[in-house]
């Protein structure tokens, strides 16, 4: 066989190195969650029961469960499920009972305490007063969840944890997605195999299972349960005809580019070309979603900036009085949305000197922040000024942090596609700042821009929400800058 060319031979040795059972119970990462949610909900029921028999004595006509419980403890529960949703506790790392399961049930049990005291509160018409009852309810739910979830994760180890997924002829990016991949104990995709040509030596195959007879792709998916394969640009057309026959039998066949995408939740920058950005960032146009958001933030910024109108004078205050000597408020030129420049404002947390040698990217621990700045920074009580970008509409609530036009002229020379991050407005948290923290080089903006490019290409109004409540969370937990 000469080299470069595919091996097409019979091939059925793979058949009995898996049982069938494999096929029907595998598990996908959507039926888990959709299992863990229903089991909560249930949990969350069962602990409304066991607190009116406990402390109500039944639940007989006396006690009007069904009228004056049911009806309002299930509109709090959708409240509650939401929250755990945020604090990821229907992640991979919460699927087990760890302690990354124990520090999000214990954060999404404060805010929910928190939520439902406020929500009987206000909610006067509903004639209960739970007080110490929502305190007893928290309690038991907290029991009955660890008991349910230690029960799932059981559960989810007796059958597949994981599904299997096929590289097909990956190139130098794609062969590393496939290893780092294969290595990620908590992924629920199993590399089951490489098919490739050249199955030589490769310090990015490792223990790779790999194959240079693309015959075999038809016995991986029949008796296996092989449904995806991730094909690169650079797989040949004389292997198409059996993708085709693959497609017709169920199996997604996805490029490289768009599978780790989703499975991670960025642009992969290394792995995607050009044709494939042009692709997938080709309609810059908002349409209703853009008309819905535009009318939010405005509606938002002018409503926050009433409201806290006495803290927003209380901060101003502080940061003339022990925020060493400059003006209250700071301003600086950003790049927005197609590259327009406008000025940002925040309240000043810098000394006057700070950039004397020029323009500096902020670091974590930055020694160049007053002792104020460094609570307002911690707080996010500095960003209040932006309200005002908000209402201007050079600014929304969601999108890309916008960043200085010094550091995106350097930006873009080192960066590919950079400049696609300004095709929507900048805004004062995004999906970058919830899934990577602090960003002082040109590495980190390579990083954050995988996250920014995810953010432009799947906005909506979903994600927005998403993103408000979990940058709300990390307020809450005091996740400063």
Same mark, same amino acid.
């Given at each position: ?27 996908? +990462? ?6 863990? /949610? ?42 509650? /499920? ?50 110490? +009852? ?39 990016? +794609? ?61 040949? =057309? ?23 995408? %989703? @499975? ?53 205050? +502080?940061?003339? /009085? ?12 950003? @790049? ?35 002792? /104020? ?59 970058? =700042? ?12 390579? &990083? ?30 005091? %996740?400063? &800058?």
């Amino acid at each position: 066989m000469a080299s470069g060319e595919w091996r097409v031979v019979k091939d059925h040795s793979l058949a009995t190195r898996h049982p069938p059972l494999v096929t029907t119970m595998a598990m996908t +990462s959507r039926t888990r969650n959709w299992i863990l /949610l229903v089991g909560d909900a249930a949990m969350l029921y069962a602990a409304l029961i066991l607190m009116l028999i406990t402390r109500v004595g039944g639940l007989d006509e006396h006690t009007g469960f069904w009228v004056y419980y049911f009806r309002p403890f299930t509109a709090l529960n959708l409240i509650w /499920l939401a929250v755990f949703f945020i604090n990821d506790l229907y992640s991979i790392r919460a699927w087990r009972v760890s302690w990354k399961f124990f520090q999000s049930l214990l954060t999404a049990t404060v805010i929910n305490g928190a939520i439902g005291a406020i929500f009987f509160y206000f909610n006067t018409a509903t004639g209960i007063s739970p007080k110490a +009852s929502l305190f007893a309810l928290l309690g038991l739910f907290t029991v009955l969840i660890i008991a349910w979830r230690y029960a799932a994760s059981r559960a989810f180890s007796a059958v597949a944890l994981t599904e299997p997924v096929v590289f097909l002829e990956p190139g130098r990016v +794609s062969l590393k997605f496939a290893a780092e991949l294969a290595a990620e104990a908590s992924s629920p995709w199993r590399v089951e195999a490489i098919v490739t040509r050249d199955c030589g030596p490769s310090d990015e195959l490792g223990n790779l299972k790999c194959h240079h007879d693309v015959s075999v792709l038809p016995t991986l998916v029949n008796e296996i349960g092989v449904r995806t394969i991730v094909v690169d640009d650079l797989a040949h =057309q004389e292997v198409q005809p059996i993708l085709y026959d693959l497609m017709l039998s169920g199996v997604a066949v996805r490029d490289a580019a768009s599978f780790w995408e %989703e @499975v991670h939740g960025v642009v992969p920058l290394e792995a995607a070309n050009a044709d494939w950005f042009m692709n997938s960032f080709a309609d810059v146009r908002g349409g209703y979603y853009y008309v819905f958001k535009r009318s939010v933030d405005a509606a938002a910024a002018a409503a926050l900036m009433l409201l806290f109108s006495w803290l927003i004078l209380i901060v101003a205050v +502080s940061v003339k /009085l022990f925020g060493g000597p400059g003006p209250i408020l700071f301003s600086q030129r950003r @790049v927005g949305r197609f590259g327009k420049i406008f000025t940002l404002y925040k309240f000043r947390t810098m000394r006057l000197d700070a950039e004397k040698d020029g323009a500096q990217w902020s670091v974590k621990d930055d020694p160049r922040v007053t002792n /104020l700045g460094r609570f307002l920074r911690h707080t996010h009580l500095d960003e209040f000024p932006q309200l005002w970008n908000i209402l201007r509409g050079e600014m929304s609530f969601i999108g890309p942090r916008p960043e200085r036009p010094e550091f995106v002229e350097k930006l873009r020379q080192e960066i590919p596609f950079y400049s696609l991050r300004h095709l929507v407005k900048p805004g004062i948290t995004g999906w970058a =700042q919830i899934n990577y923290r602090y960003g002082a080089s040109v590495e980190d903006a390579r &990083r954050k821009l995988s996250y920014d490019l995810f953010y432009v290409k799947h906005r909506s109004l979903f994600l927005d929400v998403q993103i408000a409540l979990k940058t709300g969370t990390m307020v809450f937990r005091g %996740e400063g &800058r």
